[in-house]
């Protein structure tokens, strides 16, 4: 029947009725706009340009005590919010306030899951968003989960899990979330460590979000790790260690990994043992969260030669490296697994690093690494190993021979599809490894001199002056290179 009582007329009569002030005509107007509109685009937009919008939210605003009234616009919002016409014409409403308003004074968990839904809805809009936060939705929302958080009946966990998302997409905006962190004092941010303690998963996936979210600035960051949310984290992931929930453990990683990016809280952090603590998950079999923990740790060792020389001579760490980088079935997590290791000798510049990451067989990753397809992966290898070559060349120079890591380097130089960068890498590396002998017989054999002279004339500057360089080390007398 609708197709046909649209084809009559019937839009152009109904909307003018909105402006009654009959509840009773309101009722069934409300529900004809409601049914109308649902789930037919044309439709939705017809009726948000004929301005149902402004009409819907005064309606609420006017009459928030009748609750049949108020549930029958509420389904209209539902049903028209998901346009962005819509979002943007409640965004010019009070909308905000009057939704937060109604969001207080239920608390039957259908009308709440019904509010909820048209909140999250208009959460993806940035402007709606920060009206959101200046309505004090935050405040409901942790009243609600205050008032779940021991519950785990199904009815109140479907309430948990929607007002849990609307926090989480509240922070997604850049100013809805410094508004709602608040230097540290606002109700969300000071609710998180309830709900990272809490027994409920989903609060302490919640809490973790937070914290991820909150740390997307580091001012922010600092603050956080002034007011020990690192320790609560740690906690958190410790229950989930062997067989835990793998969102709170992948959610509880990246929050880390955030906190870490500020030079003074890597300080900090490893100054309270969190590089240490972080390895008990090292024993995790989750692809997602071995992924998250290579990541969290670089982003720890990055600048801070002391944690990159002690976690660069863990045996277990190294293993467990060498381990993953081996790991053909997660791409992912053998490129993370890579660049760690080529982190560790990168940050430590230690000739003892050197010489584990050579004993658990780690220098054929790195040499394989040097020939990714990632540019960003091949110049971390690059220059890990030049820095290898440079500080314990005699130690590892049986590994290099047998990874062919002269004839890798050598493809590289050759290859067009090679950039400037790698190949200037590259040729940093070589100028390295010629203060050996024996891999300078090498570079001989493979007729390296050769390519050399062609680079010297290469478009790019820099390139064309390393493989100069290059070149003349290679010339050199043979003996000032020997060992």
């Given at each position: 029947?609708?197709?046909?009582?649209?084809?009559?007329?019937?839009?152009?009569?109904?909307?003018?009725?909105?402006?009654?002030?009959?509840?009773?005509?309101?009722?069934?107007?409300?529900?004809?706009?409601?049914?109308?509109?649902y789930d037919n685009n044309d439709l939705q937009e017809q009726l948000v340009g004929a301005g149902v919008i402004t009409s819907v939210v005064r309606i609420l605003s006017d009459y928030p005590d009748n609750e049949p009234l108020v549930r029958v616009n509420m389904l209209a919002l539902s049903n028209l919010a998901d346009l962005d016409v819509a979002k943007d014409a409640l965004s010019k409403t009070r909308a905000a306030e009057q939704l937060v308003h109604q969001l207080r004074r239920v608390n039957h968990h259908e009308k709440v899951e019904i509010i909820l839904e048209v909140l999250q809805t208009l959460a993806e809009n940035d402007a709606l968003k920060l009206q959101l936060a200046e309505a004090g939705v935050q405040e409901a929302l942790v009243e609600i989960l205050l008032r779940l958080q021991e519950s785990f009946r199904p009815e109140d966990m479907c309430s948990l899990k929607a007002a849990s998302d609307l926090v989480v997409s509240l922070l997604l905006g850049d100013e809805s979330m410094q508004q709602l962190f608040a230097e540290g004092h606002g109700v969300i941010?000071?609710?998180?460590?309830?709900?990272?303690?809490?027994?409920?998963?989903?609060?302490?996936?919640?809490?973790?979000?937070?914290?991820?979210?909150?740390?997307?600035?580091?001012?922010?960051?600092?603050?956080?790790?002034?007011?020990?949310?690192?320790?609560?984290?740690?906690?958190l992931l410790e229950q989930h260690v062997?067989?835990?929930?793998?969102?709170?453990?992948?959610?509880?990683?990246?929050?880390?990994?955030?906190l870490a990016i500020p030079v003074a809280n890597k300080?900090?952090?490893?100054?309270?043992?969190?590089?240490?603590?972080?390895?008990?998950?090292?024993?995790?079999?989750?692809?997602p969260v071995q992924f998250k923990l290579l990541g969290t740790l670089r982003m720890l060792i990055d600048g801070q030669a002391d944690a990159a020389e002690e976690m660069g001579q863990d045996p277990v760490l190294l293993n467990r490296l060498v381990q993953w980088c081996d790991s053909?079935?997660?791409?992912?997590?053998c490129g993370e697994a890579n660049r760690l290791l080529a982190s560790l000798l990168r940050h430590s510049r230690s000739h003892e690093?050197?010489?584990?990451?050579?004993?658990?067989?780690?220098?054929?990753?790195?040499?394989?690494?040097?020939?990714?397809?990632?540019v960003i992966m091949q110049n971390e290898a690059l220059i890990a190993l030049a820095i290898a070559s440079a500080v314990g060349l005699e130690n590892i120079k049986e590994?290099?021979?047998?990874?062919?890591?002269?004839?890798?380097?050598?493809?590289?130089?050759?290859?067009?599809?090679t950039g400037p960068e790698?190949?200037?890498?590259?040729?940093?590396?070589?100028c390295s490894l010629l203060n050996s002998a024996e891999m300078r017989q090498e570079a001989e054999k493979e007729r390296m001199k050769e390519t050399l002279e062609t680079l010297c004339s290469h478009s790019n500057g820099n390139v064309a002056k390393q493989a100069l360089m290059a070149l003349q080390i290679l010339n050199e007398e043979h003996h000032l290179f020997e060992p």
């Open positions: 029947m609708k197709v046909p009582c649209i084809d009559a007329g019937l839009v152009p009569v109904l909307v003018p009725l909105l402006d009654s002030t009959d509840q009773e005509m309101l009722l069934h107007v409300g529900r004809a706009i409601g049914r109308i509109c941010y000071q609710s998180v460590g309830t709900w990272l303690a809490s027994k409920h998963t989903q609060l302490q996936l919640t809490g973790a979000l937070a914290i991820a979210n909150f740390a997307r600035n580091d001012s922010n960051c600092v603050r956080m790790v002034q007011l020990g949310v690192v320790h609560q984290l740690l906690d062997e067989s835990g929930d793998v969102s709170v453990q992948h959610a509880a990683l990246s929050a880390l990994r955030n300080v900090q952090m490893l100054d309270e043992g969190v590089g240490k603590r972080i390895q008990m998950l090292l024993r995790s079999e989750v692809p053909k079935d997660h791409t992912g997590v690093v050197v010489k584990a990451i050579q004993e658990a067989q780690g220098v054929k990753h790195l040499v394989s690494m040097a020939t990714s397809e990632h590994a290099f021979k047998e990874a062919k890591l002269v004839q890798n380097i050598h493809k590289l130089l050759k290859a067009d599809s790698v190949k200037y890498n590259s040729m940093g590396l070589l």
